[in-house]
């Protein structure tokens, strides 16, 4: 979800940002007196596949989803509403929704939506057609619902299926909106990657034949919204990105004081599960299946945020040539336990990884405002470490942005 609004005291030049993953959170409400000549901003992002895994739905299987094709769109319907009615938006004159929740379009289907709100006190504040190439101004409310076809204020593409020619049906994709905000343009875009399929085939390359499938995917996403179709603008992607760590390296770490046992089927001689026992008592370390990893020590992923399994962090490395990214100084996002009594607590069915993320050009980079100090006000981090969010954390970068009015 993106939110626009006036800045607050002090930064009479700058626009303050926020993008945030998977959940919804209000923004603090302008002083009547604020300088308008710049905006702080609230960029956030609404996934619908983080409601489907609430909603106990099979993610990657499209016949649940025709079996739920009465609950899909009551669902959308209701936390739509619920955003337009609440007070803290009531500042806010114009919104631009976005939900694909066409799951019958098989070819197109991506499960993403985008959902922005432009506070009333904001004029020059503008939105990119893509049909005529050109930008105009924002009107009142606008909301689309469906399969977003024909709707000319946003890009919306499904990776070609030769990017993962093992699955059978996948809804992952992108979703591009260009702005204009107090003359500074920038595109934002909202991105969902490939996950690994299986943990055993994860541990078997690195690195994995899945980063493989992501890497392509994700430089798909860059050259596609930097080609010469529209102008090149400065660019921030947030979504997931299913970025896992290097798995094949990871476990020979967490491993160096056990034995290995690999489990083979005896019809296939397919690996079936990888044992991992201490020498000395025989204690079961770790143990992986296709969908299980069970780390004894679980902990670890949380200790001091995660900091020292970082180095197993690689997959973003390769796109150092044109994003950057915030020094990441959070737990894992993904995968949480989805019992709201275990808020902090893991699932074991996937290597915790930091999945979730915000990235940004190097033209995007050079928006972030420093203060005459030097000192950059910047947060990246998760929302409600302690509440129950669902499998992934929402996460967030907070930021003073400049604008090109003086």
Not at 144 to 166: A, C, H, M, Q, R
Not at 357 to 366: E, G, V, W, Y
Request: overall charge positive; proline content about 4%; aromatic content about 12%.
């Amino acid at each position: 979800m993106c939110f626009l609004s006036p800045p607050t005291s002090g930064h009479s030049s700058t626009t303050w940002v926020k993008f945030k993953m998977n959940g919804f959170r209000s923004c603090t409400r302008p002083s009547a007196d604020t300088n308008h000549s710049s905006l702080p901003c609230t960029f956030r992002r609404w996934e619908g596949k983080s409601t489907w895994s609430t909603w106990g739905m099979q993610k990657n299987s499209f016949d649940s989803l025709k079996r739920a094709h009465c609950l899909f769109p009551q669902k959308i319907v209701i936390i739509r509403r619920s955003i337009e009615s609440s007070q803290e938006l009531k500042d806010f004159d114009r919104r631009c929704i976005y939900v694909d929740n066409q799951f019958q379009a098989e070819g197109s289907f991506t499960a993403l939506g985008s959902m922005y709100f432009i506070h009333k006190t904001l004029k020059n504040i503008r939105q990119y057609d893509f049909s005529v190439k050109d930008f105009k101004a924002v009107p009142g409310l606008n909301k689309y619902v469906g399969s977003l076809d024909g709707v000319n204020t946003v890009e919306k593409e499904k990776f070609p299926k030769n990017f993962w020619p093992d699955f059978k049906w996948s809804r992952k994709g992108f979703m591009r909106t260009r702005w204009i905000i107090h003359n500074q343009g920038l595109d934002l875009v909202n991105v969902h990657l490939f996950h690994d399929a299986s943990n055993l085939i994860a541990c078997n390359s690195s690195p994995s034949i899945y980063s493989a499938n992501r890497k392509n995917a994700l430089r798909y996403v860059i050259n596609r919204i930097s080609d010469n179709c529209h102008t090149p603008m400065p660019f921030f992607l947030f979504g997931d990105f299913n970025f896992r760590l290097d798995t094949l390296s990871l476990v020979q770490h967490l491993s160096t004081s056990a034995d290995v046992q690999t489990v083979k089927k005896d019809s296939t001689n397919e690996v079936q599960k990888i044992i991992c026992e201490e020498k000395a008592d025989r204690q079961v370390l770790l143990l992986i299946e296709d969908k299980l990893f069970a780390y004894l020590h679980q902990a670890v992923f949380r200790e001091d945020n995660g900091k020292g399994l970082l180095k197993y962090d690689k997959e973003v490395t390769a796109f150092h040539d044109v994003v950057r990214e915030e020094e990441i100084q959070f737990p894992p996002s993904y995968p949480y336990s989805e019992e709201y009594t275990k808020p902090t607590q893991y699932m074991n069915t996937r290597c915790p990884a930091w999945c979730d993320r915000i990235l940004m050009s190097h033209t995007a980079q050079q928006f972030i405002h420093t203060g005459a100090d030097g000192e950059r006000s910047v947060i990246y981090d998760t929302v409600g470490p302690n509440v129950c969010m669902g499998d992934h954390k929402p996460v967030f970068l907070f930021f003073a942005l400049k604008t090109n009015e003086h």
